[in-house]
């Protein structure tokens, strides 16, 4: 794969397509993938009432933000690495600064911004239309080649992006 | 766990743990129940296809997992406090140890520390065997009282 390959709309969809929609929990949530560039990755997910934390107040549960910034990092890791490894993540701290507001839309930002032979280092940022006024910050690490089992469709994802980038 | 019993006997436990599950549709969205022995509070993430996050080996969503001990907390501070009110995270941190496999989840909460406005939080999560852990978290949680307005 080419060290800094260019995300077409095209290639989003598709990555799209293999990191999201065959991940069962991640359509659960309504997980998407917004836009996406080397190492960064920005996921929505709508607001839904089955996501909810608490019925008296229609505020979506944190945990819907851990799993959303949880998945953002994966993805923002696999777009950092120069070749296809299965990850695992390590450990994910997050905080949570506000409650978010019932009925928007929750995008999730993550940037994987240092990779070594083991780890990779990622932090991400929660939030409804402003990345500056945060619900939720995290910060996390993975390790790389945590087993062999590499994701097979990130495999063929991988494989069409570097066919599309060299042909 | 001395000092739980000793909690849990200055504070009696709300009637029904349910009710606060059921105020909380995340967590019926995430398939947890609550399997209660005396004061021993375990949950229980009963495993469906839409916990899956790696569909390849299969394991559950690390997500789903840190939302699991999350809610596991949640419902410890529920039981030891008495507390209605649904407790604010500030934050948590997740040590994921072991790959989810699919099967259930089983999570257990011990309060490290309550202050007046602030606990902190441990929380384990297992299948099979106990001592081997497939995730273990500490997070704070901001305490409430039932009559206190939204912040």
């Known amino acids: 794969m080419p060290s800094d390959f260019e995300l077409t709309p095209d290639n989003i969809q598709m990555m799209k397509d293999v990191l999201i929609q065959h991940v069962p929990h991640a359509r659960a949530l309504g997980l998407t993938i917004k836009d996406a560039k080397r190492g960064e990755a920005w996921l929505t997910v709508p607001y839904d009432k089955r996501l909810i934390g608490n019925v008296e107040t229609g505020v979506i549960h944190g945990g819907v933000i851990t799993a959303m910034l949880d998945n953002a990092c994966g993805v923002a890791v696999q777009l950092a690495l120069p070749e296809r490894v299965s990850i695992a993540t390590l450990d994910l701290r997050i905080d949570y600064m506000k409650p978010a507001t019932p009925g928007e839309t929750l995008t999730g930002h993550a940037h994987c911004y240092k990779v070594t032979r083991n780890i990779a280092f990622v932090r991400g940022t929660a939030y409804h239309t402003d990345p500056t006024d945060p619900i939720a910050t995290c910060v996390g690490t993975f390790m790389l080649a945590a087993n062999r089992a590499i994701p097979l469709e990130h495999a063929a994802a991988m494989e069409l992006l570097k066919n599309k980038q060299e042909g | ?151």
């Open chain 2, 1 to 151: 766990m001395s000092e739980l019993k000793t909690n849990a006997i200055k504070n009696p436990p709300p009637a029904d743990l349910n009710r606060f599950l059921e105020a909380m549709p995340y967590a019926q969205f995430l398939n947890i129940s609550i399997d209660q022995k005396g004061n021993e509070i375990t949950t229980v993430m009963g495993f469906k296809d839409t916990l899956i996050g790696n569909p390849v080996l299969p394991a559950l969503h690390g997500g789903a997992i840190g939302a699991f001990m999350e809610i596991t907390a949640m419902i410890q501070l529920a039981f030891e406090t008495g507390i209605t009110a649904i407790p604010k995270p500030i934050g948590i941190t997740i040590d994921y140890l072991r790959s989810g496999k699919p099967v259930d989840l089983y999570g257990r909460a011990h309060i490290t520390k309550q202050g007046r406005r602030v606990a902190t939080v441990h929380a384990e999560a297992w299948q099979e065997d106990r001592s081997r852990p497939v995730a273990a978290a500490h997070g704070h949680f901001l305490l409430k009282a039932a009559d206190e307005a939204d912040a």
